[in-house]
């Protein structure tokens, strides 16, 4: 069964950093690509960026240039989202999600993580 | 960054009803790069269709997508109740965007 397991519900005060981690089981990240999205309370879904199998090259949004660290260890199956400078506007629902390439003809987000609760507040 | 214009913001049907969901987008986009999410309350959202017309495994065939260019659709044949939810087109273009959702609600 292929999943992504996410870490629990994380409580920070504004300025600091968040560590979320993303397990894959099922299939090997060294395959397939990671993407976070999040969603803020009764918002749309906003994507954040990427980090591809290949060598590991990352794309974000503009928004969070910067801000965000995407990382994989494909020796325990895990990918990680560290983003720093907490507002409390960053209060969301983080999903990862895998990334599918079709062979190269395509590309998808086709696994998608059960989301992690990030709350900021003082 | 590529804008993508969801509509109508809802849809009010019954089921059994025919839904079509339209995504314009701010540019073309290639048509290998458009996807379409399902997302429930408290769910995460869930792959319903990519490169534009494929459905993603375990989908039913009562949900399709056609479109080119700078229109999309994503048409659901005859309404379930597990289909009453918000749906989302995407686009795969650097960066990647999100349309913001158009909401299919029970009548």
């Known amino acids: 069964q292929v999943h992504l397991v996410q870490s629990g519900v994380e409580v920070k005060k504004p300025g600091a950093s968040v560590k979320v981690s993303c397990k894959a089981t099922?299939?090997?990240?060294?395959?397939?690509?990671v993407s976070w999205v999040r969603q803020a309370p009764g918002e749309g879904l906003e994507w954040m960026g990427w980090?591809?199998?290949?060598?590991?090259?990352?794309d974000f949004a503009q928004k969070f240039q910067g801000r965000v660290t995407l990382t994989t260890d494909t020796s325990t199956s895990a990918a990680y989202m560290d983003l720093r400078s907490l507002r409390s506007d960053d209060t969301a629902i983080y999903y990862c999600?895998?990334?599918?390439?079709?062979?190269?003809?395509?590309?998808?987000?086709?696994?998608w993580g059960p989301g992690t609760t990030v709350i900021v507040s003082s | 960054e590529i804008v993508l214009t969801q509509s109508p913001g809802t849809l009010s049907l019954s089921p059994g009803e025919r839904a079509t969901l339209s995504c314009r987008t701010s540019?073309?986009?290639?048509?290998?790069?458009l996807a379409w999410f399902q997302q429930k309350p408290g769910q995460a959202p869930r792959l319903l269709i990519y490169?534009?017309?494929n459905r993603a495994t375990g989908i039913p065939d009562r949900f399709s997508g056609s479109g080119s260019g700078t229109d999309f659709t994503l048409a659901i044949s005859r309404l379930e109740p597990e289909d009453f939810a918000v749906y989302y087109c995407q686009q795969y273009g650097s960066p990647w965007t999100f349309g913001q959702g158009t909401k299919v609600e029970i009548k």
């Open positions: 540019q073309s986009v290639d048509s290998t790069y």
């Open positions: 490169a534009t017309l």
């Open positions: 099922g299939f090997s990240l060294s395959d397939y690509g």
């Open positions: 999600a895998r990334v599918n390439y079709y062979y190269g003809t395509s590309m998808s987000m086709d696994v």
């Open positions: 980090i591809s199998s290949y060598k590991g090259m990352t």
